[in-house]
Structures are given as structure tokens and as C-alpha cells.
């Protein structure tokens, strides 16, 4: 239920996204990096606690509202009741769509597959992944605004 809801919101706000009409100013399509961090609610069928994880990003952007992403993430969940690692690694390609356009903060929604690497206790497993996501993004650059 809670994928459906966050499904037909992204595709609400894709469609009904920011359409005013300003100066076109040139895209910056130089390489970036963001860094990430992500929280991870672990289903029952995982037997682990959630926990937080962390990614990286490189990305390009394509248009003013689109950008392409390789993503890297990496996940340590604790098995509930012990000491072991629920471990996850993952690689994706992911498209951003950016809903409007600010100097520094900018929301964003993330459609993306990938593979999913996990590996716990006496088990690894490769298995296909895909991203569904809501974020905002913040820039530290220099945007040349005087």
C-alpha cells in the first residue's frame, strides 16, 4: 500500500511539476558526486533491525529537470537477536527528475534499477533492484549569483 501511495505521488507531481516560463539559463552539465544517506525499514521477512545506509552518486544532468545517476550503496543491518551483519551492497542507474529549480535546494523524485548484492551469515545472493524515491537536493556550488 505505502509503495502504491508513493508511486501515484511521483507521478502526480512529474505531471503537474513546475511549468513557469523563465530566461533560459544554460544547464551545467558537469560530472557531480552526492554523497547520501538513506534509512532502511526492514520487512519481517529480513529478521533485521532498521538502520541507516549510505550512497554515492555520479551523476550528469541531462535538461534542467532530468539528470543520470550511477549510484553506489552500502547497508549494514543488525540480525534482530544478534551480533551478525545483514549486509547489502547495491549498484544503479537511476533518473532524477527535478521538480523545480533553486540556487541551493531543489526536490527531486528517483526512478532507478540496479543489482542488489546480500549477503548474511552462510548466504549471499545478487538479486535485481529497483529505486522508487522522493529527496531534496542541496548544492554547495558556487552558483555565480552576485
Known sequence: MKI??????VVFALLTGST???????????WY?????NYIFADNDRN????????????KAIS???SAELDILI?????SGKSNDFRQRGLSLNALYFFTQHAQLSPYGVL?????????????????MAE???????????TGAT
Open 48 to 59: 533485521a533491525d532498521n538502520d541507516a545506509g549510505f550512497r554515492l552518486g555520479i551523476g
Open 33 to 37: 558526486i552526492a554523497p547520501g544517506v
Open 64 to 66: 534542467r529537470e532530468w
Open 75 to 79: 547497508d549494514n543491518l543488525s540480525i
Open 132 to 142: 522508487l524515491g522522493l529527496g531534496l537536493s542541496y548544492s554547495t556550488a558556487n
Open 112 to 128: 532507478g534499477i540496479g543489482a542488489l548484492r546480500t549477503t548474511v551469515p552462510g548466504t549471499r545472493s545478487t538479486n535485481l
Open 4 to 9: 502504491k501511495i508513493i508511486f501515484l505521488f
Open 20 to 30: 513557469a516560463v523563465m530566461a533560459e539559463e544554460p544547464v551545467d552539465t558537469r
